[in-house]
């Protein structure tokens, strides 16, 4: 386990991919009940130890998972992720190079880079843990929006940049796949193969806010997978 980030009232870990954010019925040790551990030895805390969950990330995914340690930014955190004042940017690796369909709304970075709109309508089918995108509203859909640039790209893969503009089941990974460019790994979403640790290339890179007691701005950065692909991608952009 990782620690990015720690005070009082709030923990930031490096989730790696395969582990799970909350428990479920698989019956594996969540990393919630890791950080607990840690938090428990290192400030010698008898008894049990509070923890609040905020967000999740899936479990093939890796990358920053913000925690509470206190009921006080539990609860201003979990109104934070709600108004969308936690903004979170992901680096995704897809398979195919990425032109963007016309007619798609832009504006440029300062690296003089085009960020790119998605809109897509979402559908979740609960026994398959699978979302279904659309072009089009359809019964029982939902709004899905994000922003991607390309940083990136090797012979066979680019790096996207993303920003999720809502949050809805395995939203990045459908999309992506919606617009031809499945993430590197993800046979759920029509990747050719999958990566040998199971892993999908998906990294919630950053994360940033302003504190929910303190009111100090937060940045913290991810690092990289211990990849030879992700390594190279960044090393020859110098994206870092």
Known sequence: MQIIYEDNHIIIVAKQSGEIVQGDKTGDTPLSETVKAYIKEKYQKPGAVFLGVVHRLDRPVSGLVVFARTSKALSRLNDMFRKGEVH??????????????????????PRHIEWHTVEHWLTRNEKQNKSYAYDREVPGSKKAML????????????????????????????QLSAMGHPIKGDLKYGAKRSNPDGSISLLARR?????????????VEAPLPDDKLWREVVRREGVE
């Open 88 to 109: 979170k940017t992901y680096w995704a690796l897809v398979e195919t190079p990425t032109k963007p369909p016309q007619g798609e709304a832009s504006d440029h970075s």
């Open 147 to 174: 922003k991607y640039r390309m940083i990136g790209h090797t012979d066979r893969y680019t790096l996207l940049e993303v920003n999720l503009m809502t949050g809805r089941h395995h939203q990045i990974r459908c």
């Open 207 to 219: 994360v940033e806010f302003v504190h929910p007691v303190s009111k100090e701005n937060i940045i």
